[in-house]
């Protein structure tokens, strides 16, 4: 069976991967199954440099598949901050709840209606053949304070448009379903897919 490499240590986002490719026909393994590789900085301008670059870096240590994300919150009113800076934006080594009150703050005296935001996933995939990217977006709103303690990140502050619910209240097989990332994943799935069933008629 071939390998895919998940090119994150991120807990919650190593579970919504495995979940969105767990049909797909090959062994899924992450960075976590080799302690010895390094962490990849994310020193990149845009998601698209900073997935590519996790994602070549690991499978150049591994000769192995790997797949790779960035992703981030962009905030209209903010002129589209934090961005790339999502996981850090109250500053390095800061905790999720760090980084929602500062986005909180910033939000201090906008209205709901004035909140609209949208969560970005840039996913790479990094071969010995090729590089592929795929994009997801998902649109909602920055509600006034979180709510709901599943998911990871700006999810208990992020309404998606058209539910009640934060990306943090609603369960794992919803969120994948209208997520950035699952949007991302999905089409990324079908690729991997279709690379697969080449790849038995080729046997």
Do not use: W
């Not at 070549?56 to 981030?72: E, K, V, Y």
């Not at 994009?135 to 709901?148: N, S």
């Amino acid at each position: 069976m071939p390998q895919l490499l998940l090119a994150t240590r991120n807990k919650g986002k190593l579970v919504e991967m495995q979940a969105l490719l767990a049909s797909l026909p090959y062994q899924i393994l992450s960075v976590s199954d080799f302690p010895e590789l390094p962490e990849v900085e994310e020193d990149k301008e845009t998601m698209e440099e900073n997935a590519l670059k996790k994602a070549r870096t690991i499978f150049s240590l591994t000769n192995i598949s790997t797949i790779a994300d960035d992703s981030g919150l962009e905030v209209y009113s903010l002129g589209m901050k934090p961005g790339v800076y999502s996981a850090r934006y109250a500053g390095e080594n800061v905790s999720y709840a760090d980084n929602n009150r500062k986005l909180l703050k910033e939000l201090e005296g906008i209205p709901l209606e004035k909140r609209k935001a949208r969560f970005r996933c840039v996913s790479a995939f990094v071969s010995d053949k090729e590089e592929k990217l795929f994009e997801g977006t998902c649109e909602g709103t920055i509600i006034d304070k979180p709510r709901g303690t599943n998911g990871f990140g700006y999810d208990p502050l992020f309404q998606p448009i058209g539910y009640s619910q934060t990306l943090a209240e609603l369960p794992l097989e919803v969120k994948n379903r209208i997520s950035h990332r699952g949007k991302a994943f999905r089409s990324l799935k079908e690729y991997l897919g279709i690379l697969g069933a080449v790849s038995q008629v080729l046997l």
